[in-house]
């Protein structure tokens, strides 16, 4: 079973940044991609931005210039960074990862991202 532990959510004005960072129970060799879903009240869970194993990314229209994933392999972790934040952005936030042989595709428990004035 994998386990994902994620950080960083909370309350930020608008223009404002966060950090998100998830932590995999995992060796990251044994990934396959590496991402964060979203999902806001009354809507469906989507897509923000994903990391392949060979470093490749992909962002959602709605954050691409303004977030950036990453991965770090010595500590196993996956990180979102946010900037201009906009009130939109308002979601819970899901770490997500696709296990290299089996496909087999693991969550956290998610974050709250709010931004508001």
């Known amino acids: 079973q994998v386990q994902l532990v994620e950080s960083g959510g909370g309350l930020v004005q608008p223009g404002g940044s966060l950090r998100l960072a998830c932590a995999a129970s995992i060796s990251i060799s044994s990934i396959r991609v590496m991402g964060w879903y979203r999902q806001a009240p009354g809507k469906q869970r989507e897509l923000v931005a994903m990391i392949s194993s060979g470093g490749s990314t992909n962002y959602a229209d709605s954050v691409r210039g303004r977030f950036t994933v990453s991965r770090d392999n010595g500590r196993n972790t996956v990180s979102l960074q946010m900037n201009s934040l906009k009130p939109e952005d308002t979601a819970v936030y899901y770490c997500?990862?696709?296990?290299?042989?089996?496909?087999?595709?693991?969550w956290g428990q998610g974050t709250q991202v709010t931004v508001s004035s």
């Open positions: 997500y990862v696709e296990k290299r042989y089996d496909g087999r595709v693991y």
